[in-house]
C-alpha cells in the first residue's frame, strides 16, 4: 500500500503565506484532497479534486501539484488556520485511501 | 442539510463488542458511499475502510480486517461499525464521513471509545 508523507510542524507569521507539502507515489495517478482538524472537532474539508474548495472554506486556501507532491497554501495566514491539516488520496490498491500523517501549522 | 449524528462515547473492558452508528440525513443515503476514520489520542487520522451504501459491500484497510465489521440499517439511513475482541489500542474517536467524489465531505462529530479494564 502507498504511503504519504507530511513535515510535521510548520510555523507563519500572521498574515503571511505558508505551503504545506505532502509526497506519495500514488499522488502522480491521484488528487489529494486536504483536510483542517482543530483540537477536539472532526476534519473539515478544505480542498478537493486538485484546487477546489467547499462552500465556507475562504479563498486564501489553495493547492497545487507536480509529480509525486501535493501543496496546500495558505496566503495571508489568519489565527484561526492554527490548526492540523491531512492530506488525503486514493492509495495505488484500488478503492483504498490513506492519509498522510498530518502537519501542525501554528500561527504566530 | 447533510448531517451525519454518530452515537455516543462507549467504555468497554478489553475482550468486549462494540457497535457504534451514524445515523444520516439530508440526502440519499444509497447515493454516497460512507467510510470510516479512527484517530488514537494524540495521532492522526487513519482511514479504515469504506461501505458501498448501495450494495453492502465493504472494503477494509489493511489492519482493519477480522475484528472490524462495516454494515448498514437502510431503513433507518444508517452506517454502522462493529468492533469486535476490543484491546486497548483500540481506543480512539471513530469517525464517519460521506463521500462527494473520492473525497471525505461531510463528517460525523465522532465517537470515543475508550478499552480500559
Known amino acids: 500500500s502507498s504511503e504519504l508523507t507530511q513535515d510535521p510542524a510548520v510555523s507563519v507569521a500572521l498574515g503571511q503565506t505558508v505551503r504545506i507539502t505532502c509526497q506519495g507515489d500514488n499522488l502522480r495517478t491521484n488528487y489529494a484532497s486536504w483536510y483542517q482538524q482543530k483540537p477536539g472537532q472532526a476534519p473539515v474539508l478544505v480542498i478537493y479534486s486538485k484546487n477546489n474548495r467547499p462552500s465556507g472554506i475562504p479563498d486564501r486556501f489553495s493547492a497545487s501539484s507536480s509529480g509525486t507532491t501535493a501543496s496546500l497554501t495558505i496566503t495571508g495566514a489568519q489565527a484561526e488556520d492554527d490548526a492540523d491539516y491531512y492530506c488525503y488520496s486514493r492509495d495505488n490498491t484500488d478503492n483504498h485511501y490513506v492519509f498522510g500523517p498530518g502537519t501542525k501549522v501554528t500561527v504566530l | 442539510q447533510v448531517q451525519l449524528v454518530q452515537s455516543g462515547s462507549e467504555l468497554k473492558k478489553p475482550g468486549a463488542s462494540v457497535k457504534l452508528s451514524c445515523k444520516a440525513s439530508g440526502y440519499y443515503f444509497s447515493s454516497y458511499a460512507i467510510h470510516w476514520v479512527r484517530q488514537a489520542p494524540g495521532q492522526g487520522l487513519e482511514w479504515m475502510g469504506w461501505?458501498?451504501?448501495?450494495?453492502?459491500?465493504?472494503t477494509y484497510a489493511h489492519g482493519f480486517t477480522g475484528r472490524f465489521v462495516f454494515s448498514l440499517d437502510t431503513s433507518a439511513n444508517t452506517a454502522n461499525l462493529q468492533i469486535s475482541s476490543l484491546k486497548a489500542e483500540d481506543t480512539a474517536v471513530y469517525y464517519c464521513?460521506?463521500?462527494?467524489?473520492?473525497?471525505?465531505?461531510?463528517w460525523g462529530q465522532g465517537t470515543l471509545v475508550t478499552v480500559s479494564s
Open positions: 461501505i458501498n451504501t448501495n450494495t453492502g459491500n465493504p
Open positions: 464521513a460521506r463521500v462527494l467524489f473520492g473525497e471525505l465531505q461531510f
